[in-house]
């Protein structure tokens, strides 16, 4: 029972390619997230939808467009891929908008690598 | 500007000791302080959070210590087991839990 799920978990491309990421959550829950991980560990904040609507936008790089079909699924499509967009991608959910007080729950990660 | 800072970067433990991270924010509306673990090739995952309006909280061997007034606050692992090597991540919640901000990640060995 996969409570926040990712596909692929790891992807290989060239740099200029479109790739897209998946996630799917069966919490129920009403806000979904991408973050961003580096090399260094450091985890930020990318996306935030509350039931698919856009709710954070953290000034990304307009090559990076979520689509949310539905509040159990978010996903991420990138284009032009640059060697600075190599990093392991996060996917998470919450149950609560609205209140600070809420625990979100990742996803095992996709690690996009581009050569 | 980095709004949650973190430190160690790293620590080693023997078995049996207390670990120690520190974190300290500047943004004031901050409302919820969540630290998340994180083992190797895993997404991270809660381990215990505090409000603003608690000065300690502790879960088993997990204590949460805060200080509002100094916008500083720490994670004290006692007893550390070799299961707890991981990177641990001090958070900070905005009043709509909707954006987390994460500190730099501190990565725990604790040795045998």
């Known amino acids: 029972d996969t409570a926040v799920s990712q596909t692929p978990k790891y992807l290989v491309t060239q740099m200029g390619n479109d790739k897209s990421i998946k996630c799917e959550q069966n919490l129920g829950h009403d806000t979904m997230y991408w973050y961003k991980q580096d090399s260094k560990k450091f985890l930020k904040i990318m996306f935030s939808?509350?039931?698919?609507?856009?709710?954070i936008n953290e000034t990304v790089p307009n090559r990076f467009s979520p689509k949310s079909p539905d509040k159990a699924h978010l996903n991420l499509h990138i284009n032009s891929l640059e060697l600075g967009d190599s990093a392991v991608y996060f996917c998470?959910?919450?149950?609560?908008?609205?209140?600070?007080?809420?625990?979100?729950?990742f996803g095992p990660g996709t690690r996009l690598t581009v050569l | 500007q980095q709004q949650v800072k973190q430190s160690p970067q790293s620590l080693i433990v023997q078995k049996g000791g207390i670990s120690i991270i520190n974190c300290a924010y500047e943004?004031?509306?901050?409302?919820?302080f969540p630290w998340y673990q994180q083992f190797p090739g895993k997404g991270p995952a809660l381990l215990i959070a505090?409000?603003?309006?608690?000065s300690e909280k502790k879960e088993g061997r997990f204590t949460i210590s805060f200080n509002k007034s100094a916008k500083q606050f720490s994670l004290h692992i006692m007893d550390s087991q070799p299961g707890d090597s991981a990177t641990y991540f001090c958070a900070a919640s905005n009043p709509a839990g909707n954006k987390l901000t994460f500190g730099g990640g501190t990565r725990v060995l604790v040795k045998p």
């Open positions: 998470a959910s919450s149950q609560f908008a609205g209140t600070a007080y809420n625990e979100q729950f």
């Open positions: 505090i409000r603003p309006d608690v």
């Open positions: 943004n004031t509306a901050f409302d919820y």
């Open positions: 939808y509350n039931n698919k609507e856009l709710i």
